[in-house]
């Protein structure tokens, strides 16, 4: 149902842009969540993104640095990433539910991950 994509290897400072394409139906019903695992870690929340998109949150670690974004015409969410640093290297996933929040319990469909390093 959902597939992420635009990891990769990149440097301190650079930046990404993770896209996250929903195959389903009704993609607007949905609200979609970013989540991502660093290595030995558990996985954590990133950002949130409301059904119409009017209403968003971001982990403290992220904000200011971090954009979430969907288009419903196109059935993708995005979530751009600046000033990128060795903390954030993860697997980052994207996820839909029905009202999405901060914890993964809330969501019903998964992506597989996509990896994102980022060597200082």
């Known amino acids: 149902q959902l597939v992420e994509s635009g990891g990769g290897l990149v440097q301190a400072g650079d930046s990404l842009r993770l896209s996250c394409l929903f195959s389903?139906?009704?993609?607007?019903?949905?609200?979609i969540g970013w989540f991502r695992q660093p290595p030995g870690k558990e996985r954590e929340f990133v950002s949130v993104?409301?059904?119409?998109?009017?209403?968003?949150h971001y982990a403290d670690s992220v904000k200011c640095r971090f954009t979430v974004s969907r288009d419903n015409a196109k059935n993708t969410a995005y979530l751009q990433m600046n000033s990128l640093n060795a903390e954030d290297t993860a697997v980052y996933y994207c996820?839909?539910?029905?009202?999405?929040?901060?914890?993964?319990?809330?969501?019903?469909?998964w992506g597989q991950g996509t990896q994102v390093t980022v060597s200082s």
């Open positions: 993104i409301s059904r119409s998109g009017d209403n968003i």
């Open positions: 996820a839909a539910g029905p009202a999405g929040g901060g914890r993964k319990e809330l969501y019903t469909y």
């Open positions: 389903g139906r009704a993609f607007y019903s949905y609200a």
